[in-house]
């Protein structure tokens, strides 16, 4: 055969295979098996795998799913019913036999990219590289890869190219096609994410974004492909956390800001958010004790690697700290304030830190969810034993029982356990249930003149905390610190 372009011997590859009839997905997890039961209810979609290793720890899926159970924790509405369907139905099953990957059209890596560890900020890309090395070794010409995983841009084209190419002999962009299309779910609404979200799709060329095209858009409901190249689909991802970090960080530094000179930061925030209308509208969001969880604590560090391994050079003011790691800094101190004002507000009742019994409320990183993982809770724990005083958690959401991220010693559901005794009430995490927190009835417990009460999420009202006889303090209180 003549040596055509390559798009055109891709196309004709993809051609010959006909429309995409069966699927594979590798990672049951919180991307993977959403995706996998939705692509499962396509009309004509003949098979899905859920590809899922059969390891000590997340081996049990298989054989969950395969029944029709969700291994998801959490309420996940539709989720379960639509796999009993699909598994009733035979379009999907779950297995650990990654050689089935050769009966595919198309593949999806929905594989997690965490830190490897906090402290140096990469990413752990083992568990990809090993998805991308068994679908190598499966791959035929005229399949669509496409990886889910949250990656450093210039991963698809390099390293995911390198090895998928190196496993099969094959050519991307000539053979087979390549693409990266981001997820973007969140627990709690995992499927309408999938259907109402637009979903980004870039491919290493033309035919490679075209074909992922046609995969995803049978599971677009109201969302809509936005079609670009495999970089700007990775730098669009990480990007729009980095986004939504930096406006957080915004906001804390203006909480702080607003603490030093009196004021209360959400009169300001008010007052600035009345400035409404075309393009002048300004996008002021919270501050807090601090930003956790899986997305904005490590996007940020994905999209500065990739600008820097990008090879040309970045025009940027010399010697000058990124303005989005210098985010990523001031929401990493919130934590640390945190313990200033506990620290503050213990010396006004004449206490020092050293031997203070706090009361640490919430561990999970965000409110009313078990999810604990880049908790800001956890380097407050640290810092305050380090400094000699005796922390108690509660949370009424992290099972003890099954998370992974706990600090040691443990924690509670028991709220009074914990308010016993305790010279400082210190709110990390805006659960519901603090709203609630009665200051006399928590004023008992503490057993103590002037028990301290700091605010990190502003769920309190003052007034009422102060009248009982509290100190308070909250993030961005100013006319009440
Ligand atoms: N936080 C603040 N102030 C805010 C908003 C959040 O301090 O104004 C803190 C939260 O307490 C939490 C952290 O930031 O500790 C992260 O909160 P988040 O609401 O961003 O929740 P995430 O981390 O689950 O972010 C996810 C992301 N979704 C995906 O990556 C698909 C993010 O892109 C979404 O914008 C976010 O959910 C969302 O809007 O719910």
Redesign the pocket.
Known sequence: MTDQHPENHLAARITERGPIRTIGVIGMGYVGIPAAVLFADIPGIRHVYGFQRDSTTSGYKIAMLNRGESPLKGEEPGLEPLLKKVVDAGTFSCTPDFSKIADCDAVCLAIQTPFKDHADLLPDFTPLIDGLRHVGANLTPGMLVVLESTITPGTTVGMAREILEEESGLVAGRDFALAHAP????VGRLLRNIREHDRIIGGIDRVSTMRAVELYTPVLTTGRVIPMTATAAEVTKTA??TF?DLQ?AA?NQLALYCEAMGVNFYDVRAGIDSLKGEGITRAI??P?A????H??TKDTYHLERGVQSAGSTLDYPKGMQSLYTLARDINDFMPEHMLHLTKAALAEAGKPLTGARIALLGWA??NDSDDARNS?SEPYFKAARAAGAEVRVHDPWVDPATSPDLPDGGLTGDLEEVLTDADAVVIFTGHAIYRGLVPEQVKRFCGCERPVIVDGRNIVEPEKWVEAGFLYKGVGRGEWN
């Open positions: 997820e973007r779910v969140m729009e956390n939504r957080i906001a969001l919270w807090g601090g930003v956790g969880g997305c904005l990183f965000i800001p």
